[in-house]
């Protein structure tokens, strides 16, 4: 039986990917934040156990937990745990700046550290990193989290060439819009973080907050948003394939913007995210 840790269960992708790998058959460790979304997914019937990217003490007991469970062994890692902080760079302090990397990089950096252990230790691996889009183009008000992204990106392309020839493989998810409740929690960062009356952006922080307060609900019929499942198979694909891909594009903005990225100069480029931006938040 294949054994799998994944972060960022409590909803959305993860919860959707651990269910419908339990189903196959794999034995899926699924970890969430907070205490309440663990008893959750136990009385669901996973084998669950908190783990805070925040912290470097709950990653590793998480990690102990899972060997417990395993005789010490570890096939593969998902890294999907991550939120979105909203605002203009001018408005995010340091502090908010760290608490966006302490979740979106350092503490995947220390998990993913951890388990590489793990697997050089058994002889194979696979370590899967749920980026985005926007780990690959920008969108104003969202400098924090497209920057956690990028770093995502250029941490896991090292990360693969300095594990060539291990027998460990990794790969980058980029998936575009997808429903969960990556608005809901976005919308309550910014709210808490991001100082509005005192910012030079409050005319459009009105509209950012407005479109973030959006249910998912209201989304269903935009064609370029798709389900969780829409993860699945990618992740499917880069878990089993004996040459996975260094990099699986989901939904078709993340195509789009993945070829006008090479084909066009920054100028242009910048016109059509531009362009997205002030369409959205008008």
């Given at each position: 039986m294949n054994t799998i840790l994944i972060t960022g269960c409590s909803s959305g992708i993860g919860y959707y990917c651990a269910k419908a790998l339990k189903e196959e058959g794999y034995k899926v460790f699924a970890t969430a934040k907070k205490a309440e979304d663990v008893a959750r997914l136990t009385n669901e019937g996973f084998l669950s156990t908190q783990l805070d990217l925040d912290s470097s003490r709950s990653i590793h007991a998480a990690i102990n937990w899972v060997l417990s469970q395993t005789d010490g062994r570890l096939d593969a890692l998902f890294n999907n745990g991550a939120y979105g902080q909203p605002g203009a760079v001018e408005d995010l302090s340091r502090e908010v700046l760290t608490k966006q990397f302490e979740t979106n990089l350092f503490g995947t950096h220390e998990l993913t550290c951890e388990v590489i252990k793990i697997m050089r230790a058994q002889g194979h691996g696979r370590i899967i990193q749920n980026s985005s889009v926007l780990g690959l183009i920008t969108l104003k008000y969202r400098g924090a989290y497209n920057a956690s992204k990028f770093a995502l990106e250029g941490l896991t392309d090292t990360l693969r060439q300095e594990l060539t020839g291990s027998n460990i493989f990794v790969s980058l998810i980029e998936p575009g819009p997808i429903e969960s409740d990556f608005r809901k929690n976005a919308y309550n960062a910014f709210l808490t973080h991001i100082p509005q009356q005192e910012s030079f952006h409050r005319p459009v922080y009105e509209a950012v907050?407005?479109?973030?307060?959006?249910?998912?609900?209201?989304?269903?019929?935009?064609?370029?948003?798709?389900?969780?499942?829409?993860?699945?198979?990618?992740?499917?694909?880069?878990?089993?394939h004996p040459r996975p891909k260094a990099r699986y594009y989901v939904t078709t903005p993340t195509w789009i913007f993945a070829l006008l990225r090479r084909i066009l100069p920054t100028c242009l480029l910048d016109k059509i995210l531009l362009k997205i931006s002030d369409d959205e938040n008008k």
């Amino acid at each position: 039986m294949n054994t799998i840790l994944i972060t960022g269960c409590s909803s959305g992708i993860g919860y959707y990917c651990a269910k419908a790998l339990k189903e196959e058959g794999y034995k899926v460790f699924a970890t969430a934040k907070k205490a309440e979304d663990v008893a959750r997914l136990t009385n669901e019937g996973f084998l669950s156990t908190q783990l805070d990217l925040d912290s470097s003490r709950s990653i590793h007991a998480a990690i102990n937990w899972v060997l417990s469970q395993t005789d010490g062994r570890l096939d593969a890692l998902f890294n999907n745990g991550a939120y979105g902080q909203p605002g203009a760079v001018e408005d995010l302090s340091r502090e908010v700046l760290t608490k966006q990397f302490e979740t979106n990089l350092f503490g995947t950096h220390e998990l993913t550290c951890e388990v590489i252990k793990i697997m050089r230790a058994q002889g194979h691996g696979r370590i899967i990193q749920n980026s985005s889009v926007l780990g690959l183009i920008t969108l104003k008000y969202r400098g924090a989290y497209n920057a956690s992204k990028f770093a995502l990106e250029g941490l896991t392309d090292t990360l693969r060439q300095e594990l060539t020839g291990s027998n460990i493989f990794v790969s980058l998810i980029e998936p575009g819009p997808i429903e969960s409740d990556f608005r809901k929690n976005a919308y309550n960062a910014f709210l808490t973080h991001i100082p509005q009356q005192e910012s030079f952006h409050r005319p459009v922080y009105e509209a950012v907050e407005k479109r973030l307060a959006k249910q998912s609900a209201e989304r269903k019929n935009d064609p370029f948003t798709l389900g969780p499942e829409a993860v699945l198979k990618p992740l499917k694909h880069a878990l089993t394939h004996p040459r996975p891909k260094a990099r699986y594009y989901v939904t078709t903005p993340t195509w789009i913007f993945a070829l006008l990225r090479r084909i066009l100069p920054t100028c242009l480029l910048d016109k059509i995210l531009l362009k997205i931006s002030d369409d959205e938040n008008k």
